[in-house]
């Protein structure tokens, strides 16, 4: 985002007056975020109703109409009711219940990406936190949905580029409220959005390092694709998401040899999720120049 200069500058020619508001600064780096519409609908609920922890690739916002609704976005939690808007960030773990018999909700589903085309955050992660929770006192939100709605319900040609454009200026004004606008700030969210994806990844691998770990399974954790993850993973870390569990795996097998001497070798193969016992040995000496057994006893 371009910082903006002279907010207010008049200047008298002849015979006219003219009043430049602002201006911006040639020499600042630009951020320009693409919007890609993917859902948007109005939720009538009539009964109880649960959504398990889960997590998703898109953006979801939410506008509470009627009723009330339980929500989680991570640890964090709060009864969101009539006038409560909230909003999800790709790979967020969050729940939702409804104990009120009778709510209503509109929910907006889309994606964001940088210049570059890759996905970027609207807030940045450390930054959001409870103020995901907003109460939507001067109507922003209800007006923001109605307007999409109205848009979504006619699909005259150019619906979609309208309805992002409508979607962006509203992304603009969720960071202008968080004071997140400026070249610094943007390419921070960027850069944070890629490393906490990576993050995850580590997490799911260090909870999970004792069984087998198909890649496709890391992605879906993550909320992205298989290739977007690997990419991601080997920009960040300088290795594939496959070295780090090998290098994952030898460390903790390390730390077995180091601590139970009595600990036969097969069981720390299988302990750290190698049950190929004769590949573990060769990995092994190929990563450390020594056997299983020789480490032990050095170590001792």
Known sequence: MRSIKHRQKTEFTTG???????????????????????????????KGWRCE?????????????????????????????????YFIQPGQEHEEINFNPKSEYFY???NLYDESGQSAYVIDPQMAGRRQWMNDKKGLWLNFFSALKQELMGLQPGWKEITETIILRHIWLLRRQYHAISTEHSARTLSNYQQTIVENAKTFIRTNFQRAIPLKELARY?????????HLFKRKTGISSRQYILGFRLQ???????????????????????????Y??????????????????KQG
């Open 280 to 297: 573990f040995c060769r990995l092994f000496k190929r990563e450390t120049g020594i056997t299983p057994s020789a480490y032990r006893h």
């Open 222 to 230: 993550c909320c992205v694709s298989y290739y977007h993850m690997e």
């Open 16 to 46: 006219e007056k003219k009043i430049t508001y602002a201006r911006q600064a040639d020499d600042d780096a630009d951020f320009f975020p693409m919007v890609r519409f993917l859902q948007m609908g109005q939720v009538v609920i009539s």
């Open 252 to 278: 903790q097998a390390k730390q077995l040899l180091r601590g139970d001497p009595c600990l036969p070798i097969k069981t720390v193969s299988e302990r750290v999720g190698m049950a190929d016992y004769g």
């Open 53 to 85: 922890r889960h997590r998703h690739r898109e953006f979801e916002w939410i506008l509470i109409l009627n009723g009330s609704i339980q929500t989680w976005i991570g640890a964090q939690s709060r009864l969101m009711t009539a006038g409560n808007f």
């Open 108 to 110: 907006l589903r889309f």
